[in-house]
Structure formats: C-alpha cells, structure tokens
C-alpha cells in the first residue's frame, strides 16, 4: 500500500480586472479622432520601438477618449 500526505497552503491575492465598454459609443465622434491623427509621421521614426510607442500612445489615447475606462 502506498501512502501519501501533501501538507500546502495556497495564497489567493484578489485579481482585479479593467475592461473599456465597447457596447456604447459615438462612432462617428471617433472616426472623426482616429483621421486626425498623422498616422504618416509613423514612417520618420527610425526604430521600431519608437514606432510602437507611437502608435500605442495614439491609441490608448483614443482609447481613454472615448471609452473611458
């Protein structure tokens, strides 16, 4: 017979989660947004990262806008 005892504890730290409510929105109000931004300054970065930074910040920018968090 084989017999096992398995002594643990388990340590639940609270997960809270943020989401953007994508269900009401003025469309057109963000269309209006997204097309003024210069999305062609994008090509004169050099480097990648200061690609993506510009583009994230645009978008959570837009984001934060018009949906809130």
């Known amino acids: 017979m084989v017999y096992c005892d398995v002594k643990y504890s388990i340590k639940c730290e609270p997960k ?3 989401y953007r409510d994508f ?3 003025n469309l057109e109000a963000f269309d209006n947004d997204l097309y003024r ?3 062609e300054s994008i090509l004169y970065f050099s480097d990648i990262e200061s ?3 510009f583009l994230t910040s645009n978008l959570l920018s837009l984001f934060d806008l018009h949906y809130g968090l």
């Open 16 to 18: 809270f989660v943020t």
């Open 37 to 39: 931004i210069d999305w």
């Open 23 to 25: 269900n009401n929105i």
């Open 51 to 53: 690609k993506v930074e």
